[in-house]
C-alpha cells in the first residue's frame, strides 16, 4: 500500500447499524476520500467491521483507529491483518493501541501494563507470527495511537507510523521532528461545519466529554500547553476551539492546511454534525470532497 495521503475520514462506526455503514463507505469512496478509519471500543470487532468495509467498496483504504491490543493476542491480529489484506488486495491498514484503563481493566478484566514495553513486545510478536503462508504478508502496514514522544518514536521504529488523535498541528509538527521524514503520520482532526460559535461549542463539549477523563490523553493536552481547568469540566473555549474547528469551508481548511504544513501525510476529518446527530455530517462531507 502506498503511504495515505489527501483526506481521510473518521466516523465513530458503533452508532450506525448495518445500513448505515454501507452507506457511509460507499458514500466515503464516491466522494473521493482516500481512506475511511474507524474505531473500536466494545461494539463491532475490529476485523469484522474492517471486513465488512471493504466488502462494500472496491478501491477505499479502510483503516482501524484504534483496535485495542488487549482485546486480542498479537498472533490473532496478524492473521486478521493478512487476511483482510489478502482477500481486499491490500486495502487494509491496523492501527493499534494499548487502550485506556478503564477499556483494559474495567471493561476486559485485563492489567493495564506499561505502555511502551507492552506495545514493544505485541508488534515484536506479531513480526514473528508463524502464519500459514498462504495467507502471510511481509510488509504489513501498521500504525500506533501514539501520542507522546516515546510511542511516537516506537511507531516510526517498528510500524509504518502513526494516527494521533484529538491534537493541534503543534503536535503534528512535534510528531514529525520525532518519526523522522519517511513515517506515515495521519492526523484526526474533528471539524463542526458551523457558524454558531454556541452550537459549535455545544457538540464539542458532547465530543470531548469521554475524553477529558482519560489520562492518556490528558498528559498530552498538558504538554501541548493546556491547562487543568481547561481540560476538566465542560472544557475552556480555547480548548474546544482547538479539538473541533468550526466555522465555515475557509476555517476547516486553514486548519488541515496547518496540519499539512506541520507535517502530515493524511488528516483525517472527524465530520460532526451541527445538530449533535449521529454519523458523518453530509455536507460537510460534500464540500470537501476530493471528486468534487
Known sequence: MTKPSGLGIFCSTHILDPDG????????????????????????????????????TS?????????????????????GHDSLNRMYGGRFVLGLGVSHVPLVEGARGHDYKKPLATMRTYLATMARADID?????????????????KMLSLSAEMTKGSLPYCVTPEHT???????????WLCVEQKVC????????????????????????????WFRLGFTVDEVTGDGAPRFLDAMVIWGGEKQIRDAIESHKRAGADQVVLQMLRPDGGSGADPRTLDAFAPAG
Open 173 to 183: 509538527a512535534e510528531a514529525r521532528d520525532i518519526m523522522g521524514d519517511k513515517a
Open 133 to 149: 503462508p498462504t495467507i502471510r504478508v511481509e510488509e504489513r502496514d501498521i500504525v500506533l495511537a501514539a501520542l507522546g514522544p
Open 21 to 56: 455503514l454501507m452507506g457511509l463507505a460507499e458514500g466515503v469512496e464516491r466522494r473521493g476520500y482516500e481512506t475511511l478509519w474507524y474505531p473500536e471500543a466494545l461494539s463491532y470487532d475490529c476485523f469484522t467491521m474492517g471486513g465488512y468495509l471493504l466488502s462494500r
Open 59 to 79: 478501491y477505499l483504504q479502510i483503516a482501524s483507529g484504534i483496535a485495542n491490543i488487549y482485546a486480542r493476542d498479537a498472533v490473532t491480529s496478524a492473521q
Open 193 to 220: 461545519m458551523t457558524a454558531d460559535k454556541d452550537r459549535a461549542h455545544q457538540v464539542a463539549r458532547q465530543q470531548m466529554a469521554r475524553y477529558m477523563a482519560l489520562d492518556n490523553y490528558r498528559n498530552n
